[in-house]
């Protein structure tokens, strides 16, 4: 075992003692400071290396260097990866945990994947093993090329895809979307006909099965039941090991708000009762669990945004009413069964209340135990190039419940530039407010892509449809849905469409509404029992609560002294560690998105250049500690002047919001008195379009109170 530092001590957020008169010491000061380490462990260390497992381990290394031998040869370093990786799978666990192989993107993950699959069922056709696999991984259609793969080599007929819900494969014209309350016997009357069903069944007939990330997600605790298939009439053969590609599902949590409560209450109604009183009993029962939980956000949404609840009891509601549960068993069965389980705990134990805009709801807290889950039946294996760095392994990377394999990695990073353009924030905020954002960023994107090949675009799904749109060279930008939009956040997971680009622009960042990050932190990084109890005291209760609001903190009091920023607002949560964890998850969402790239081929040594715009230090200082360079180089190259194309667009807004409102002021100076116009008249009139109009009756006083006072009814105007 040994400690690897992958980022130093980061210091950050100076905020200086404010002397009585508000000047500040220079010399007297508070800040925070991260830095990252884990432990990471040999193959030797995590399993026991029989002569067995070496001779199959050198087959498949073997293997796996003649592979990349057409693609400019394997490295010294994945060369160790496949070595250590084919160890893990093929030695005997020491202690039965999960193992997470951090391998960078582009290192030869599904290379090594692939080598492993033909050497298994070589072993499986020579009868040397009787042994099958499962394999997740997030994208049907990477399942599908494995298979093809394995077609073409002679290997075919030893794999199966389990496929979850999708509209190809439904019977049920009925239904549009995935549901797993559609998908069962009494909901559906073609269930025991689809492939949802059959397929099974079907799957026993194979020792190796390949589902998606998704279906495993679906299938939670009982993929177990796959843990079996039939060698033939009268043998079993196990599926003893299990690989997942990326991040497997962690996250045990429901937000319980008024429309889920509703819909639940809708069904309820809806069932085919045997007598008028189990109906009523039920709903009564429902109406009271609901009532409940509604008067509670009601009293909450008065003085808070944040609030742990602490409901520790055993009070004699949802599951702990005999009469309830049996009536929910009899009428509603599994459907909403879940739901209930994480109602049932806001009622007897506690959540976190969150009134935000038009959101309002209690989230449980929870993660799943995946140690629990998975090692119970299978070895399981996760490949996660950013699991060394990705927050949300901490719970159980601290309760002993995995160990990450240590991967070579020497690559420097000299040919990668990261250009961020201090001056300019984009948030979707920005976007929404500043129209003129979206033709500043097409027009900066099109004179940059001048002369060089293929660019990544992403940016947020609201935006990326308009921005498409404006971009020019669209021949060299990847793009789904046949071009219609550009990549968006949280749809880009498993795509390689990007691999050949040497340019990325970043239009944005990956984040999530703050109290995302307040959730998923309560549930992977504390105690969360315990957090409930220390919360049954109000005081506590307001205070930790107040922590977990994004807010400005430039202040601090300590004592009796105050510690300021100078000149600059800090944006931050009121726990140092809640905000490491957030930073964490953005830095390994942009790790993961740059890598997309050609960043990805290790061959690969032209130019690499990013493009991204203003963000906290502190993550950008996270970001260079990711890229081993050369001595002295950094990866950073901040631009502080703002971009000309924004200043020209900004410039262009200005001018056409100045050319409506002489658009409309001249038009109306024509008008005689006591004329009737409809709307359809003023576009046709002024020349000006809907979107604009609104625009000037939104921000113009004058033209604000001529519409108070000149309309008739909706759509007329009298002058």
């Not at 250590?84 to 951090?102: A, W």
């Not at 793969?149 to 496929?163: Q, S």
């Not at 997600?217 to 053969?237: F, L």
Request: hydrophobic letters at 30%.
């Amino acid at each position: 075992m040994k400690r690897k530092k992958l980022i130093q001590n980061i210091e950050y957020n100076y905020r200086n003692l404010e002397n009585k008169d508000g000047s500040l010491d220079g010399n007297s000061a508070l800040y925070n400071n991260i830095e990252l380490i884990k432990d990471v462990y040999n193959s030797n260390e995590i399993v026991n290396i029989t002569k067995n497992c070496k001779d199959i381990t050198d087959d498949i290394v073997n293997s796996f260097i003649d592979t990349f031998s057409s693609r400019g040869g394997a490295t010294k370093d994945q060369i160790y990866f496949a070595k250590e990786t084919s160890q893990i799978i093929y030695g005997k666990l020491k202690e039965n945990i999960i193992t997470v192989i951090p391998a960078p993107c582009g290192f030869g993950k599904s290379s090594i994947t692939l080598e492993i699959l033909k050497k298994q069922i070589k072993l499986y056709k020579d009868k040397k093993t009787s042994n099958g696999i499962i394999i997740a991984t997030d994208r049907l259609e990477s399942l599908r090329h494995t298979e093809d793969c394995l077609n073409k080599m002679g290997l075919g007929g030893y794999t199966y895809i389990l496929e979850g819900w999708n509209e190809k494969m439904c019977i049920n014209k009925k239904v549009k979307k995935s549901d797993d309350k559609i998908c069962t016997s009494n909901n559906c009357p073609f269930y025991e006909r689809c492939k949802i069903f059959t397929q099974k069944y079907e799957c026993m007939k194979y020792p190796i099965l390949l589902i998606t990330n998704a279906r495993l997600r679906e299938c939670a605790e009982s993929i177990k039941m796959y843990n079996t298939y039939n060698i033939d009439k009268n043998n079993k053969g196990e599926r003893n090991l299990l690989l997942i590609d990326e991040r497997p599902d962690m996250l045990d949590t429901v937000k319980v708000n008024k429309s889920l409560l509703n819909k639940i209450s809708t069904d309820i109604d809806k069932c085919k009762y045997e007598t008028t009183d189990d109906k009523t009993k039920l709903q009564n029962k429902w109406k009271d669990i609901e009532d409940t939980i509604i008067s509670k956000m009601q009293r909450l949404r008065q003085q808070y945004k944040r609030f742990i609840i602490s409901n520790i009891n055993n009070d004699n509601i949802c599951e702990n009413d005999m009469d309830f549960i049996t009536l929910w068993d009899k009428y509603i069965g599994k459907n909403y069964k879940r739901e209930l389980q994480h109602i049932h705990d806001v009622l007897t134990k506690g959540g976190l209340y969150v009134y935000e805009g038009k959101n309002e709801f209690i989230s449980t807290i929870g993660s799943k135990n995946l140690r629990e889950i998975y090692c119970d039946t299978f070895k399981t294996i996760i490949f996660d190039g950013t699991a060394l760095y990705d927050p949300l392994y901490l719970g159980m990377y601290d309760k002993g419940d995995l160990k990450f394999l240590d991967i070579q990695n020497t690559r420097l990073y000299d040919n990668l530039t990261i250009n961020v353009y201090n001056k300019h924030k984009l948030n979707r905020y920005s976007f929404s407010e500043k129209k003129y954002l979206i033709n500043a960023c097409a027009k900066f994107i099109n004179n940059k892509m001048l002369g060089f090949n293929k660019s990544y675009v992403v940016t947020y799904g609201d935006q990326s449809v308009q921005l498409a749109n404006l971009l020019k060279h669209k021949v060299n930008i990847p793009m789904p849905d046949e071009g219609v939009s550009t990549y968006y956040f949280g749809a880009t997971k498993g795509e390689n469409s990007m691999q050949d680009c040497t340019k990325m622009f970043m239009v944005g960042w990956h984040t999530l509404p703050d109290y995302e990050y307040v959730i998923q932190w309560l549930s992977t990084s504390i105690k969360w029992e315990k957090t409930l109890v220390y919360c049954t005291n109000i005081e506590n209760a307001e205070k930790l609560s107040d922590d977990l609001i994004f807010k400005d903190r430039s202040r601090e009091e300590v004592g009796n002294n105050t510690y300021t920023s100078f000149g600059h607002k800090i944006y931050e949560f009121g726990l140092p560690l809640l905000n490491q964890f957030k930073a964490l998850l953005i830095v390994t969402d942009f790790y993961q998105e740059v890598h997309r790239t050609k960043l990805r081929n290790y061959q690969f040594k032209d130019k690499i250049e990013i493009h991204i715009f203003q963000q906290k230090k502190l993550i950008l200082d996270m970001i260079e500690n990711l890229f081993a360079t050369t001595v002295g180089k950094k990866v950073i190259v901040p631009f502080d002047k703002e971009l000309k194309e924004f200043k020209e667009s900004k410039n262009d807004n200005r001018a056409n919001k100045g050319q409506a409102n002489t658009k409309f002021t001249n038009w109306l100076e024509k008008q005689d008195k006591n004329r009737e116009v409809t709307t359809k008249d003023l576009y046709n009139e002024t020349g000006l379009t809907k979107k604009q109009l609104d625009k000037l009756r939104e921000n113009n006083n004058y033209i604000k109170e001529w519409f108070i006072e000149h309309t008739v009814k909706r759509g007329k105007y009298l002058i």
